[in-house]
């Protein structure tokens, strides 16, 4: 079993910066895809940001391609999103999820695991 918290949220001016974490625990998740995803107040969750389990993969929802990166270390057992350049659309708790698969999707679904997430608020 897997257990991942989120962390790294809070509230920041647009155009600023915040790098998120998700940290696992109960085993290692090296071998694991990892994905991170959002949900906005009254809008259904979306897809964010994977990467795959040896880093060599990793791809973009459209609307942050650019300004979101994606990472792992694996001796920290965490992987992170830096998010540039932050936008009041990008509002939201953001969730990370891992997959026993080795490369990530877009579909929540295909996730085994997920964290309790973490809000970030962009202010205009």
């Known amino acids: 079993q897997v257990q991942l918290v989120e962390s790294g949220g809070g509230l920041v001016q647009a155009g600023g910066s915040l790098r998120l974490s998700c940290t696992a625990s109960?085993?290692?998740?090296?071998?694991?895809?990892v994905g991170w995803f959002r949900q906005a107040p009254g809008k259904e969750r979306e897809f964010v940001a994977t990467i795959s389990w040896n880093t060599d993969t990793t791809y973009y929802a459209n609307s942050v391609k650019g300004r979101f990166t994606i990472s792992r270390d694996s001796d920290k057992n965490t992987v992170y999103l830096q998010m540039n350049s932050l936008e009041p659309e990008d509002t939201a708790v953001y969730y990370c999820?891992?997959?026993?698969?080795?490369?990530?999707?877009?579909?929540?679904?295909?996730?085994?695991?997920w964290g309790q997430g973490t809000q970030v608020t962009v202010s205009s």
């Open positions: 999820a891992a997959t026993r698969g080795k490369w990530g999707t877009v579909l929540g679904g295909s996730y085994d695991y």
């Open positions: 109960g085993r290692s998740f090296s071998s694991y895809a």
